[in-house]
Every structure is written in structure tokens, then in C-alpha cells.
């Protein structure tokens, strides 16, 4: 049974780099054909698709938050890893990493069959 498990700061200030860790057990990230995915929800606002790593290490980026993010794995590890940098309060919200079959279409949800617990990140001074 596959599962997804983040990690990083609950709380960060203005300007700092965000980091989270997702670690997969109970299967590969490497194999298969999935898109792992970090997925975010500020409060009271809609989920957002920051950003996927493929099976085969490609990297794709959502459109809102490019500029600021980065995304990496380690695959000794079977974890991958969400940068966001310059964070603000806006960037509040709970992160979620997840496994998809592709690629989002219209929501951040698409294709989306497993979620960690979520992590939420306050950004405040």
C-alpha cells in the first residue's frame, strides 16, 4: 500500500524558503507511470497544482507560482521536495503531496489517486 507522508516547518517568516519533504512508502517513485504532485489550499480559497515530478524525473510547473518554485527528488530516498522561495502570508495554506495519473486539466485534483495528510504553513512575521 502506497503511502505519502510530508515533512518541512509549520512556520516561517517573510522572505524565507519554504522546503518540504514528501516520502513515499509501499512503492517507487520511479515506477509506474505517475506524476508525483504537491497540491496547496490557502485558506478559504481553491486548491492550487504547484508542480509535478514524473516517474521518469521530468519536472512540470504550475502557472501561478513558477517563478518561486522548485521541485527535486531523491530517489535514494524515494522522497521528492517541494522550494518555494520569497514566501509572504499569501502562501499560507496547507500542502499536500499526492500521486497522479497526469497531469491536471481543469482543477488542481485531476488524475489524482492518493494524498498525504497535508501540511499547514503559516508565513507570518
Known amino acids: 500500500q502506497v503511502q505519502l507522508k510530508e515533512s518541512g516547518p509549520g512556520l516561517l517568516k517573510p522572505s524565507q524558503t519554504l522546503s518540504l519533504t514528501c516520502t513515499v512508502s509501499?512503492?517507487?517513485?520511479?515506477?509506474?507511470?505517475?506524476?508525483w504532485t504537491w497540491i496547496r489550499q490557502p485558506p478559504g480559497k481553491r486548491q492550487e497544482w504547484m508542480g509535478s515530478?514524473?516517474?521518469?524525473?521530468?519536472?512540470y510547473y504550475g502557472p501561478f507560482l513558477k517563478s518561486r518554485t522548485s521541485i527535486s527528488r531523491d530517489t535514494s530516498k524515494n522522497q521528492f521536495t517541494l522550494q518555494l522561495i520569497s514566501v509572504t502570508p499569501e502562501d499560507t495554506a496547507e500542502y499536500y503531496c499526492?500521486?497522479?495519473?497526469?497531469?491536471?486539466?481543469?482543477?488542481?485534483?485531476?488524475?489524482?489517486?492518493?494524498w498525504g495528510k497535508g501540511i499547514l504553513v503559516t508565513v507570518s512575521s
Open positions: 509501499g512503492g517507487s517513485i520511479t515506477s509506474g507511470s505517475w506524476y
Open positions: 499526492c500521486r497522479g495519473s497526469h497531469l491536471p486539466i481543469q482543477v488542481a485534483a485531476d488524475g489524482i489517486d492518493l
Open positions: 515530478i514524473a516517474y521518469d524525473g521530468s519536472i
